[in-house]
């Protein structure tokens, strides 16, 4: 085989593989079309206990840190302002209408430390499972900037009941 040919067929497996990346980028996100909740405001959920810069690295199905939900406004890595209340967690992605969760949605709050396109130091990541509008439980994964991930947990914690926002089942693997 010339070198030409070689060349020839290295960039014919490289579109191929591009082209199938796309075409499964783009079943998920008409999988995932509907959005998980509704965009809303922190119109009764009291002051603010805390505002902290983070990461916004993914949401997935819960239990599931490889399994990416494209879902509007959540499908992308992005930088994201978190803000605390007694009542709820607002989630203002960039460049996205603020998510809100209210308390009765969160089931969990744990650290975690991989998920899908991102492994960080033990415990550097923070987990918020809740309730979604689509009736399912899903994770979504935050990274501080300026702080612990520890204080972000346990600012969270009050919110889902959680004792221990230190432990998370997926640290084991």
């Known amino acids: 085989m010339t070198r030409e040919a070689a060349v020839l067929v290295m960039v014919a497996v490289a579109v191929v593989l591009l082209g199938l990346a796309a075409w499964g980028w783009v079943r998920r996100t008409r999988r995932d079309r509907m959005p998980l909740i509704a965009p809303s405001e922190l119109s009764d959920a009291g002051a603010a206990r805390e505002v902290i810069d983070a990461l916004y690295v993914a949401t997935t199905v819960h239990d599931a840190p490889l399994e990416r939900i494209a879902a509007p406004g959540l499908g992308y890595r992005s ?5 605390v209340t007694d009542a709820a967690v607002a989630l203002d992605l960039t460049g996205q209408p603020r998510i809100t969760i209210g308390s009765d949605r969160i089931t969990d ?6 998920t899908i396109d991102r492994v960080v130091e033990k415990d550097g990541l923070v987990r918020v499972s809740w ?9 979504t994964y935050l990274r501080p900037r300026d702080t612990s991930a520890r204080r972000l947990a346990e600012a969270l914690a009050p919110l889902a009941g959680a004792s221990d926002p230190s432990t998370s089942p997926g640290d084991s693997e």
């Not at 930088?79 to 803000?83: A, G, H, N």
């Not at 709050?109 to 991989?114: F, H, I, L, P, S």
């Open 79 to 83: 930088p994201v302002t978190v803000t």
């Open 131 to 139: 309730l979604a509008d689509t009736g399912v439980v899903v994770d």
């Open 109 to 114: 709050v744990t650290q975690a430390t991989m």
